[in-house]
């Protein structure tokens, strides 16, 4: 499992919601809670189109989608 919690953040800090991230991102309510929760697994398209909404460089992937819940 992931940890997305600097995800979350910056989803509050960009977006200021996460039904806003997940309208500009295309997704439904659900869609965007099993995202964020890691209970559904992200695509390679989705994660591009979430580094493009919320302004982050692609060196930094790893650390808001690939975090290791400890």
């Known amino acids: 499992m992931f940890d997305h919690n600097k995800l979350v953040g ?10 806003e ?5 295309g997704w439904s309510h659900t869609t965007t809670t099993l ?3 890691g209970n559904r697994a992200w695509t390679q398209d ?5 580094v493009e909404i919320l302004k982050l460089d692609s060196s930094e992937i790893p650390l808001y989608f690939f975090t290791l819940k400890v």
């Open 21 to 25: 991230f997940g309208k500009q991102i």
């Open 10 to 19: 910056r989803i509050k800090e960009i977006c200021h919601t996460q039904a």
């Open 46 to 50: 989705e994660i591009h189109k979430a």
């Open 35 to 37: 995202k964020i929760n």
